[in-house]
């Protein structure tokens, strides 16, 4: 398996300029999420989903937006892209319920000049 | 306040100490506890877990829960080189049928030879 997988894994972006962050995992998992990681600040839940079709905002969604037509994928997309959006994006997927564990991608470094 | 805080360090100590990483929480609905292991420019990949309080070992890593104080516990016994990383706690309870962890901010550990 492959496990979760991010695409691209660097991007430069002009203010303004909108691009799609993509997410794919094989492991058919119910829930997928997309999480921001800033310099020591942890990681922030972006979106997330508990299956296909179904979306929900996380603690910092303005700017971004999801959708999920597949089990498999979960992209998330930037539309404007501003400064304050330079970060690293992390995807990651689980089975769900209490005791679950959450598997991550590798990230997608992006930067917003 | 927020839910979970989590000193950012860095912490610094000499290969073979014992180093202890601690977090501590608000909501008392936490009931399952863990803690993720972020390599630089890696994504966060689970550690160990614990469900309710109490104690779990697993080789040089034990983790603690003391829900009456809300607080837990990372310890790595005799640390080395390769532990230099950020550590993130993690917790979750269920929430409108959902169970989505809140993380800490990370502690990054350096150890040194």
């Known amino acids: 398996n492959a496990g979760v997988t991010q695409t691209p894994k660097f991007r430069i972006l002009k203010i303004g300029q909108s691009m799609t962050l993509q997410c794919a995992q094989d492991m058919n998992h119910n829930y997928m999420y997309w999480y921001r990681q800033d310099p020591g600040m942890g990681l922030k839940l972006i979106y997330y989903s508990v299956g296909a079709g179904i979306t929900d905002k996380g603690e910092v969604p303005n700017g971004y937006n999801v959708s999920r037509s597949t089990t498999e994928d979960f992209p998330l997309r930037l539309e404007l892209a501003a400064p304050s959006q330079t970060s690293v994006y992390f995807c990651?997927?689980?089975?769900?319920?209490?005791?679950?564990?959450?598997?991550f991608g590798p990230g997608t470094r992006l930067t917003v000049l | 306040q927020k839910e979970v805080e989590q000193d950012p360090g860095p912490l610094s100590v000499p290969e073979g100490a014992i180093v202890s990483l601690n977090c501590t929480y608000s909501n008392s609905a936490f009931q399952y506890f863990m803690w993720y292991r972020q390599y630089s420019r890696k994504g966060p990949e689970l550690l160990m877990y614990t469900y309710s309080s109490g104690n779990k070992e697993d080789g040089r890593f034990t983790a603690q829960v003391d829900k009456s104080s809300k607080y837990i516990s990372l310890f790595i016994r005799d640390s080395q080189p390769s532990d230099s990383a950020t550590y993130l706690c993690a917790m979750s309870t269920a929430s409108g049928g959902s169970y989505i962890p809140t993380f800490g901010r990370g502690t990054s550990l350096i150890v040194h030879p």
């Open positions: 990651a997927s689980s089975l769900g319920g209490l005791t679950d564990t959450q598997y």
